[in-house]
């Protein structure tokens, strides 16, 4: 019933960019706050980004500030991180995190920055 669908991965060169997407059903999408997490072969999952049920509050981890943006449309119940300026070191899995009473994850897509 729930279901979190990220998509949007794939292989990109060092500096070039990519948008994530998490398509949300199941719930409703806006009374939770979303989240970016992604984890790196034989690393920790470590969060990326989070916005807030109404998109005005937004945070990130230090690694990330200034070159990720997380956004939401609520309408379309569907949470968004653009990465610009991308890294080797952001290669990972990128998972989608809805958060209320209960949490939700998806299952994750795979990015990879590299030449």
């Known amino acids: 019933q729930v279901q979190l669908v990220e998509s949007g991965g794939g292989l990109v060169q060092p500096g070039g ?3 994530l997407s998490c398509a949300a059903s199941g719930f409703t999408f806006s009374r939770y706050t979303m989240s970016w ?3 790196a072969p ?3 999952r470590e969060l990326v980004a989070v916005i807030a049920t109404a998109g ?3 945070n990130y981890a230090d690694s990330v500030k200034g070159r990720f943006t ?4 609520n309408a379309k119940n569907t949470v968004y991180l653009q990465m610009n300026a991308l890294k ?3 290669t ?7 958060r209320s009473g209960m949490d939700y994850w998806g299952k994750g897509t795979l990015v990879t920055v590299s030449s």
């Not at 990972?92 to 809805?98: I, M, Q, S, W």
């Open 17 to 19: 960019s990519l948008r």
């Open 37 to 39: 997490y992604r984890q």
């Open 42 to 44: 034989g690393k920790e």
């Open 56 to 58: 005005g509050i937004t």
């Open 70 to 73: 997380i956004s939401r449309d």
């Open 88 to 90: 080797p070191e952001d």
């Open 92 to 98: 990972a899995v990128y998972y989608c995190k809805a």
